[in-house]
Each structure stands twice: as structure tokens, then as C-alpha cells.
């Protein structure tokens, strides 16, 4: 079976309840993940230690994904740890008993790259920008311009399928996949970083041809998997139950 999961934000507990509540199995399914693993809830780590465990795995790059590749290859984190960041490194520092301290908007740590994990380096840089699959069916994060091929280097390079909301804010607007035109003709589009929250609900939104599997686990949502051939949800408990002494990335 082929599975993709939303944006997962550090919610380790969420992760697994997904995982058991779909039965995937490690072994034999496929997880496709559409990125920012990182930033929220403070197990990041945890998740990516489960996520490594997974035999058959494709791994979308999301934007926040990219600010901790940042640091992992550069030493320096290039928003501060900001906008949920802030996880992510208690997350490193607490496994890693590394020192971690917060005052007034600012963090003290003396976390760099060389203390983290080979393997967790190598899965940040082999995050992929999108994946179309032998069904036409096109993963990524944010979004793409449909105008244009999504392998344009130009007008779908990465930033831009990191960032893209276009893409999603425009399927709302038509009732149907007729009308709705890509330049290159794909089954299906699956993307998360604009959370169905913003739309009153916690579960997954589709609109013409496009599924949003971004339920808000950043913030006070839930984690979402979806069994992409059945097109069967399963969702974790609701984050904030999961982490009662959190906030994630509010």
C-alpha cells in the first residue's frame, strides 16, 4: 500500500498513532512524506528516528525543513528559530543533552551541527522538491504554478514549491476538476503548508484535482495519513491533547 502523511511538525506522538491507527507496516507500504518535520511540537527528533525506520519512504523538502538544512550545513539558522524553530532545537539539545536555554526572544544553545547524527543530516539533504508517481499523481509541499511544467526551473523551482499557496487558494475557487488547468496534465495533487484549519476543519480538503493534507498538527490541529490508492484517512488525537504543556508554532 502507498500512504502520505501531512506536515508533522515534531509531533512524534501523533506520528505513531497514524502509523499503528493505519496498520502501515514498516516493511512492505510505501510513506510519502510532504514535508516540515520539523518546527512545532518538540520530539523532531523522535520523528525522524521513527521515520528512518520506515523500508520504503519518498521525502518531500518543506520550508522549515529547509531553515534546519540551513543550519545542519552551515552552522547558522537562517530565521533564528523562529516561527516554531524553537522545537526543534529543544527537540536536538534534550536528546542530545546538549545545553538549551530561552529568554526574552532569544535562545542560548550550544548545539551545532557536528553533534547531530550523520543519518538525520543525510535525511534533511535528501528531501526531494517534488515526486510524480507511475499513476501521474504529483507530491509537494507547498504548491506549484500550474502554468507551467513543475520540473521549470524557473517558474516552479524550489522556493516556490516550498512556499506556493496559489496553487491551493485557487482550486477553492472551482467546483470541479473541469476548468481547472495545469500545463502538464496530472491524476492528482497532494500538498500540505496551508493548514485546513484556516478553513474551520482538522481533517483533509480536496479541491478540484488538489488534496491538502496539511490538518494542523503545527498548531492545534491533527496529524493526517491517508491511504492514497483507498483514499482511506486516519488521523492522530488532537495535538494539544497529545502535548498539553506545549503551544507548537503559536
Not at 528516528?49 to 525543513?65: F, Q, S, V
Request: charged share 20%; net charge negative; aromatic share 12%.
Amino acid at each position: 500500500m502507498k500512504y502520505v502523511i501531512g506536515d508533522i511538525h515534531g509531533t512524534y506522538k501523533a506520528l505513531i498513532q497514524c502509523l499503528q491507527r493505519s496498520n502501515f507496516d514498516y516493511e512492505n507500504d510505501e510513506l510519502i512524506t510532504l514535508g516540515d518535520i520539523c518546527d512545532g511540537y518538540s520530539e523532531v527528533y523522535e520523528c525522524v528516528e521513527e521515520l528512518l525506520k520506515i523500508k520504503h519512504r519518498i521525502d518531500i523538502r518543506g520550508n522549515h525543513d529547509s531553515w534546519f538544512r540551513t543550519f545542519l550545513n552551515t552552522g547558522i539558522h537562517p530565521i533564528g528559530w523562529l516561527q516554531g524553530g524553537d522545537g526543534t532545537l529543544k527537540s536536538y539539545c534534550n536528546n542530545l543533552d546538549i545545553v538549551y536555554l530561552t529568554g526574552t526572544g532569544k535562545y542560548i544553545t550550544d548545539l551545532d551541527p557536528t553533534h547531530i547524527p550523520i543519518s538525520h543530516i543525510e535525511f534533511f539533504n535528501n528531501q526531494i522538491p517534488y515526486y510524480l508517481d507511475k499513476d501521474n499523481n504529483v507530491f509537494v509541499h507547498g504548491g506549484l504554478n500550474r502554468h507551467f511544467p513543475i520540473d521549470d526551473a524557473i517558474y516552479n523551482k524550489s522556493d516556490i514549491l516550498m512556499w506556493d499557496r496559489d496553487l491551493w487558494c485557487q482550486a477553492l475557487s472551482f467546483n470541479s476538476v473541469q476548468g481547472y488547468k495545469f500545463k502538464t496534465l496530472y491524476n492528482e495533487t497532494y500538498i500540505g503548508h496551508t493548514p485546513t484549519i484556516n478553513w474551520n476543519t482538522d481533517k483533509p480538503m480536496k479541491a478540484a484535482n488538489v488534496w491538502n493534507l496539511d490538518t494542523g498538527a503545527g498548531y492545534n490541529g491533527r496529524l493526517s495519513i491517508m491511504n492514497i490508492e483507498t483514499k482511506e484517512i486516519h488521523q492522530s488525537d488532537n495535538v494539544r491533547d497529545l502535548y498539553n504543556n506545549e503551544k507548537g508554532r503559536n
